[in-house]
Each structure stands twice: as structure tokens, then as C-alpha cells.
């Protein structure tokens, strides 16, 4: 078995459409990123990338490199678990927490878990979203932002 931590935080930005965990969330100012800005999958590649020892989302998708300007994250996410298959590893669950003081999370979290299953080729009973927010602490608490933290378990599915 192998553990893996994933983390990343945006700023909202007027203008663009606000995505998490493949779900578009209406009413809500978007984030600001080279990609599509869906923190919650970022992490998750994070954590999924951490626990293989396959590096991190920068290493795979630079923010430098234009070809990923404006990136499907659901789409990074699938070309992530194909690299951790690729290395020998099975994803026996995800959980991730996103902080936030807006939006609400909890009528799209179902949907959000969903939809990261079907990217992850996994059971929903896999995967799991929570929502907090910051109680009004830092910057996050101010409404500036989203962060999330993220962990994924893997197991060994042939020799390496």
C-alpha cells in the first residue's frame, strides 16, 4: 500500500466559469490558473502522482507549456491514473477536503463524486468530498479562495 498527499489552492477570478471535481458550479466566480482551475482535481493528481513517486501535476502538465492554457482537468486526471496504472498501482480510495467560504459545496458533492470516479475508473464508494470553510481565517476565510487538501491510497497490482 502506498499513501499520498495532495494540496493546491487558487484565487477566484471574475469572468471565468468555477469548476470542481468535473462539476460546473453556477453563480460563482471561477479561479484563476493556467488550466481550467479545478483545485479539487489538481490535488487529487497531487496525491495520486505523490503516492506512485511519480512526481507532481507540475512535472506531468507545466504550467509553462501552453498546450495546457485552458486544460480539461477531468482530462488530466484520466492521462494521471493511467500513469499510476502504467506504474503497477491500483486506487483503492481518494479523500479530499475543500476549504472554502463560498460556494456551498454539499448539493454538489454527490455529483462531484461521481464524476471523479468516472474519471478514475473506480467505484463512487472510492471516493470522498468534503466541504469546510475557514471560519472566517485568512485569506481563505475572506472568500479570496479555494483550497484543498487531498489523499489517495494505492495498492500494488503487479511486481514493479
Do not use: Q
Not at 22 to 50: E, Q, T
Not at 93 to 106: F, G, H, S
Request: aromatic share 6%.
Amino acid at each position: 500500500m502506498r499513501i499520498g498527499f495532495g494540496y493546491d489552492s487558487h484565487v477566484f477570478e471574475d469572468g471565468k466559469p468555477l469548476v470542481l471535481g468535473g462539476v460546473l458550479i453556477p453563480d460563482c466566480a471561477g479561479l484563476k490558473a493556467h488550466s481550467d482551475g479545478d483545485v479539487l482535481i489538481h490535488a487529487i493528481i497531487d496525491a495520486l502522482f505523490g503516492a506512485a513517486a511519480l512526481g507532481d501535476i507540475g512535472s506531468h502538465f507545466p504550467d509553462t507549456d501552453e498546450k495546457w492554457r485552458g486544460a480539461d482537468s477531468g482530462e488530466l486526471l484520466r492521462a494521471a491514473v493511467y500513469e499510476v496504472r502504467g506504474a503497477g498501482y491500483a486506487i483503492e480510495n481518494v479523500d479530499a477536503t475543500v476549504i472554502c467560504e463560498r460556494p456551498k459545496l454539499r448539493p454538489f458533492v454527490d455529483l462531484m463524486r461521481s464524476t471523479l470516479a468516472g474519471f478514475m475508473g473506480v467505484g463512487i464508494g472510492r471516493v470522498a468530498v468534503k466541504g469546510k470553510t475557514n471560519e472566517k481565517m485568512d485569506d481563505v476565510g475572506a472568500g479570496k479562495g479555494i483550497v484543498v487538501h487531498a489523499v489517495a491510497l494505492l495498492r500494488e497490482s503487479k511486481a514493479e
